[in-house]
């Protein structure tokens, strides 16, 4: 599952707001958020106005499909932007009531929400959490590290025709929404932007496997938190820390 590999993300600068400080929000592992419902598990990655975040939605805790989700908080620069031009939030709840009874919408991420849990000061959004994306299927040992004598070879990139089908298949079906009922021009076709939505089960099973082997390397010095598990099938699953 690529995105929960263990990676050295560099730490945003939390400083309050000043000259060219987006002033980002000071997530900790294990923080709790929105009235006990959000736990954040990991961080998967950081842009120049928000950071990405894995977290554990414990408002279904016995429903698999949305046990963890992804959590994208902005900086308190980037709500007050949003407050005069379209937004990320403006394009995905308008993709997500749209039209649901098309044939395309299910091919998108589910979007589950905005969330406030800072106060107003940083929008955050709240999403389904996908699986791998088609560059690491078409290149799985991409990343790995393997000493210089038992390095696999590279493989060909190619992908087998029925799963090729497939991957143009949703795609276009997903791009005919955007397109056609949204109004929303894709410009970023490519491989690693298009995601895999694994099974529910698989899903947090990988989740729970993954943090357990490969514990998070940032924010380490901010732990003071107990073991959580994840809940797999009504059995529990192993400790995300």
Known sequence: MAP???RDYPEEDLRSRTLGVPS???AQLGKILDKNRLVILRKLGCGAYSSVWLVRDRSQANA???AVAVLKVFTETQRTAAKQHPSERDFI???SSKLPSHRGYSHLPAFLGTRDPFGGRHLCLLTEALCENVYHLRFPLE???YHP???PPR???RLDLAATGKVIQ???LALEYLHYVCGIIHADIKDDNILIRPHPTMLVQTVSQTLFRTPSLSYLSSLAWKQDVLSISGAHGLPVK
Do not use: F, M, N, W
Request: aromatic share 8%; net charge negative; glycine share 8%.
């Open 24 to 26: 980002y929000y000071p």
């Open 170 to 172: 949703h795609t276009l």
């Open 64 to 66: 698999s499909t949305c």
């Open 4 to 6: 929960l590999c263990a």
């Open 155 to 157: 493989t060909s990139g």
């Open 143 to 145: 990343g790995q590290v």
């Open 93 to 95: 709840e308008k993709i």
């Open 149 to 151: 004598d038992d390095r």
